[in-house]
């Protein structure tokens, strides 16, 4: 039985790590540190278990399942689709490609603009953005040859270089905890895990890593899944430490100049240490390593997007449309969608992240535990995630509600009567009902088969 060596499992968790890291995952760890300030590590700690070690669990289910869709078939194919196009919709058009322009924006950008031209600064800037990338996506591995061998290694460089510089500068006194993280940090540290979508992304890389490591002559199955584990496992450990010394750097940066939570972002947090310490040069070579993993990483996911839709999608009112009108469409959609900002863009996927992944988590869960479970009563698939998912989206319409200004009280109210609703863990209690009911359902459904069968 073939298994890898040493140095393959270690570049296979290189490989496996910069799938994951991008320069998303540089500001929001920072963010949570300047927000809990004092209470920095029951918040890290929440962040680190959603936005490490579920993405992780979340690989490990998907190569266990086979695929994305074959272990989301197993609530119903319908879901599988509908599922696949949220997290694809989420990865991509209006979220996770908007986001890649508006954070190197934030960086680059907007430290040197007069607050009244922001908006016109962003939008030539975006503009500018999404046309390199269109142009680059027409020839993606071109880009990714040239980038993708120094933008990971650029990037830990980068924050050893900060963290060092927190070090060497102390904290002083840290903040006092403010915003969200006032209270109930590591709760408040989990949800915001849920901004990294790196658990929505792990739903297709799963599949991505197994066959990686296929490649390199593992034809065992049970040996697939191990070396994934061993890649998962080295994976975990490299973005815990970054992301505490993310946290740090965040900590020292908050001590360093206070920020507005409301309005601030990540982005804020880096570029306020950055200019104290480094002065502005230190902004401007920090600008521009964003500016380039921004671009690389949009370039990648337009050209994911407009793949997973001309395939599902080949044809539309009866009208063939190609894969360049697919690419020319997230495009167009994007840049018009960055320009609500950084901040805005954060504050709307909130709500739909808080949807899409209980679904994740209980599927994810559900897949670990198949053989207990999944196996012998099947329709727990389908139970725990419709009652799960209607809670979330529920929740999910009351969070957007409020975001733009509204409420709904009375759904807040009946939302509310869920145990632990408070710390948006609502479905926890819903995903323990739907499991009972889906194991009874199974149990019916076979007692029932069994009569038929035995009439026959």
């Known amino acids: 039985?073939?298994?890898?060596?040493?140095?393959?499992?270690?570049?296979?968790?290189?490989?496996?790590?910069?799938?994951?890291?991008g320069a998303g995952n540089l500001i929001f760890p920072p963010f949570v540190g300047a927000q809990a300030g004092s209470a920095t590590v029951p918040a890290a700690i929440g962040f680190i278990v959603s936005a490490v070690g579920l993405p992780i669990l979340g690989v490990m289910a998907v190569t266990f399942a086979g695929g994305f869709d074959k272990l989301a078939t197993r609530v119903s194919p319908r879901f599988a689709l509908f599922l696949g196009l949220a997290i694809i919709l989420t990865i991509g058009p209006c979220f996770a490609i908007p986001r890649t322009a508006t954070t190197s924006f934030e960086m680059m950008v907007a430290p040197f603009t007069p607050d009244g031209s922001i908006w016109l600064a962003r939008l030539v800037y975006s503009f500018v953005f999404f046309a390199l990338a269109f142009v680059f996506a027409q020839h993606p591995e071109k880009l990714s040859k040239v980038l993708g061998r120094f933008m990971g290694p650029l990037l830990l460089v980068l924050i050893a270089a900060l963290f060092v510089a927190c070090l060497v500068h102390g904290i002083g006194t840290p903040a006092k905890p403010m915003g969200d993280y006032a209270v109930n940090q590591l709760a408040r540290g989990f949800l915001d895990g849920y901004q990294t979508m790196d658990l929505l992304a792990a739903l297709y890389f799963g599949i991505v890593i197994s066959a990686n490591i296929r490649a390199q002559q593992v034809d065992d199955e049970a040996q697939v899944q191990r070396e994934t584990a061993f890649a998962g496992l080295g994976t975990g450990v490299l973005l815990v430490l970054i992301y505490g010394a993310l946290a740090y750097v965040g900590v020292v940066s908050g001590a360093i100049a206070a920020i507005d939570p409301a309005t601030d972002t990540g982005a804020t947090v880096l570029t306020n240490l950055t200019s104290s310490v480094f002065g502005a040069g230190g902004t401007v070579f920090l600008g521009l390593v964003f500016v380039i993993a921004c671009l690389n990483v949009c370039t990648g996911l337009i050209c994911t997007c407009a793949t997973y839709f001309h395939t599902k999608f080949p044809t539309v009112a009866g009208r063939k449309v190609s894969y360049r009108a697919w690419q020319v469409l997230f495009t167009v959609f994007s840049f018009v969608v960055s320009n609500a900002g950084l901040s805005a863009i954060i504050k709307v996927s909130v709500p739909v992240l808080s949807a899409l992944y209980p679904m994740a988590i209980v599927l994810v869960l559900l897949a670990l535990t198949h053989h207990v479970f999944?196996?012998?009563?099947?329709?727990?698939?389908?139970?725990?995630v419709l009652l799960v998912g209607i809670v979330a989206v529920l929740g999910c319409i009351e969070s957007l509600v409020q975001v733009f200004g509204g409420s709904l009280p009375w759904l807040a109210a009946v939302l509310g009567l869920l145990p632990m609703q408070s710390y948006q863990l609502g479905w926890l209690v819903p995903a323990a009902l739907g499991l009972a009911i889906g194991v009874i359902d199974s149990l019916v459904r076979g007692a029932a088969d069994g009569r038929v069968h035995g009439r026959v």
């Open 1 to 21: 039985m073939h298994m890898l060596n040493t140095r393959a499992r270690v570049v296979m968790t290189f490989t496996f790590f910069s799938m994951f890291f």
């Open 374 to 384: 999944g196996a012998r009563f099947p329709r727990v698939y389908f139970w725990t």
